[in-house]
């Protein structure tokens, strides 16, 4: 005949000592996983913005005429807007402002569709090239559009994003093929492109 035990079940101390396990391996899980979040947010506003310039792009020889991305400071923060060069002279603030240049897309916040990500940059961060670090997050010149040709060409440039826990992300175009690049900061490796 078989022994069966009538004292099956656990312990005090051995439900504690699970209970500990469990807080532990929590308190090392949680702030991974909100870095993850936060540097995630960061990579899909960069590919935002990347389909933001591929729409400018495809849109400027579609419809023979220039098509830009177009950043404003306003109010504290960065906005972007794809804009038409509705007069035919080449996109203009001054045509934008006069509403020749319509503007189909946007504005948009970055900071509004991807929680803590703003258009911002590391002063101090040498950019993709090797140029020395600039506060400057948007550089597409003095005018901060980046205007695509019918023929596709474009104006060189980059913007620069970063999360609220420091994830930098730089989207970087090419002015002659009009490449677009992806990249992310990686404090040891420098640059990378994602």
Not at 33 to 38: F, G, I, N, P
Not at 78 to 85: A, E, Q, S
Request: charged residues 20%; contains cysteine.
């Amino acid at each position: 005949m078989p022994k069966y035990r009538s004292d099956v079940g656990a312990t005090v101390i051995e439900l504690l000592i699970a209970m500990t396990v469990v807080v532990t391996l929590g308190a090392i899980s949680v702030p991974r996983a909100a870095s993850v979040v936060d540097a995630g947010r960061a990579r899909q506003a960069a590919v935002f913005l990347g389909s933001r310039f591929r729409l400018a792009r495809q849109q400027a020889v579609t419809f023979g005429a220039n098509v830009g991305v177009v950043f404003d400071y306003a109010g504290g923060r960065w906005l972007v807007r794809v804009c038409h060069d509705g007069s035919r002279n080449g996109l203009r603030r001054a045509d934008i402002q006069s509403g020749s240049d319509p503007c189909p897309d946007g504005p948009h916040s970055l900071g509004d569709l991807f929680p803590g990500v703003e258009i911002a940059v590391d002063p101090q961060l040498r950019g993709p090239a090797g140029e020395p670090g600039s506060p400057d997050p948007v550089r597409f010149g003095s005018s901060d559009i980046a205007s695509f040709s019918p023929v596709g060409t474009c104006t060189a440039g980059s913007i620069f994003l970063r999360s609220r826990g420091g994830a930098q992300y730089a989207v970087r175009i090419a002015g002659v093929t009009g490449r677009l690049r992806v990249l992310w900061h990686e404090a040891i490796a420098g640059w990378r492109e994602r």
